[in-house]
């Protein structure tokens, strides 16, 4: 999906940019080896030389010679591994190290796109979401569940707010392991500030790290860019900016994993309900799973929503209810847990 120029060259650079520090970062382990180790220059020089040969040898069409010259090449990778064990290094110390392996930080592989170079143009189109920066903080290693009580039980769920987090962070972590294969949908709901937006981030992280699209916005960010593609192509907006809307929304029908965060605090009516249906139902019918969070209890959601939207909702979604008691102000209440 086309990009302004600025905007495309500006990731071609930054993969650039990974691959210079990629070698740099190689050379100076090399340098810093062959001080402690000079075996192993003396090993990859001589691997060096029998490669030339090799290619010499090939250029000339003698085949037999070939094998012994591969073969000895074996022989001294072997070597130069068993080298690096015995001195503690992994045999890939003297390999590069790339932001992603699959496409060896290229922004290409199989003659198409990586999942990095897509998930970098979502970052571009969607800057506001921060996603990013937001995992970062907010994670599975970083959860804490010292804010949910163990001292009560909820008439709704019949657990306390502790048991009900761990079941819920348990199905967390099982939708992440089963993205792949079950293409599931979860609807996390709730009072405010019991940690719904924290726990989609902590899945969101997760799906980033293994190699998945994730775009994150609120409703009412979603509802903007659904907006702008339904009405400004017949409006005096240029082309280019209509342009970008359309790869938003292609992106928000298509991405791996698409998280509507609040939902219900946006102004509903018939537009509203409308684009949410068409939203909900293409990523469906495409297989693509989608996380929506909102303060709205079950009956709130079905008396806002059209009849449409909550039997898809209700029938494709799983429900998870998050209880307790506002974390932001039992922060603010209480000091920090060293």
């Known amino acids: 999906m086309p990009l302004k120029n600025y905007q495309y060259n500006s990731i071609l650079r930054r993969y650039d940019a990974r691959r210079l520090e990629s070698h740099r970062r190689l050379e100076e382990r090399r340098r810093l080896l062959y ?47 068993a080298i690096l064990r015995e001195h503690g290094y992994p045999a890939d110390y003297l390999e590069p190290e790339y932001h992603c392996p699959d496409c060896r930080d290229t922004g290409y592989m199989d003659g198409g796109k990586c999942h990095c170079f897509r998930q970098a143009v979502v970052d571009v189109l969607y800057a506001q979401s921060n996603v990013r920066r937001a995992v970062e903080e907010e994670n599975f ?14 008439e709704t769920t019949h657990q306390t707010p502790l ?11 099982e939708f992440v392991a089963n993205f792949d294969t079950l293409h599931e949908n979860l609807l996390i709901y709730g009072n405010t500030g019991v940690g719904k937006t924290f726990l989609s981030n ?42 970008e809307t359309a790869d938003r929304f292609s992106y ?3 991405c791996d994993l698409l998280i509507i965060d609040d939902l219900g605090t946006e102004l509903t009516n018939a537009f509203i309900s409308s684009q949410l249906y ?26 806002t929503y059209s009849e449409r939207i909550f039997s ?23 000091p920090p847990v060293s």
């Open 163 to 173: 048991a009900n987090i761990q079941r819920v962070v348990a199905s967390a972590k």
């Open 35 to 81: 001080e402690q180790l000079p075996e192993l220059s003396e090993i990859d020089s001589e691997i060096s030389r029998g490669s030339v040969e090799c290619a010499k040898r090939s250029l000339r069409g003698e085949a037999g010679a070939l094998e012994g010259l591969r073969a000895r090449n074996e022989e001294l990778s072997a070597r130069k591994d």
């Open 202 to 243: 902590c899945i969101a992280g997760e799906l980033l790290a293994s190699g998945h699209t994730v775009i994150y916005l609120t409703a009412f960010q979603l509802f903007d860019i659904l907006e702008h593609y339904k009405f400004d192509r017949s409006s005096s907006n240029s082309d280019q900016s209509y342009e």
């Open 278 to 303: 068409l939203c909900i139902n293409e990523r469906l019918l495409g297989q693509k799973s989608t996380i929506i969070s909102t303060n709205l209890s079950f009956e709130q959601l079905k008396n």
């Open 141 to 154: 290693n970083t959860f804490s569940y010292r804010f949910y009580s163990d001292s009560y039980t909820d």
């Open 312 to 334: 898809r909702i209700t029938s494709s979604y799983t429900f998870l209810k998050i209880i307790g008691d506002d974390i932001r102000i039992q922060k603010k209440l209480s």
């Open 252 to 254: 928000i029908l298509d």
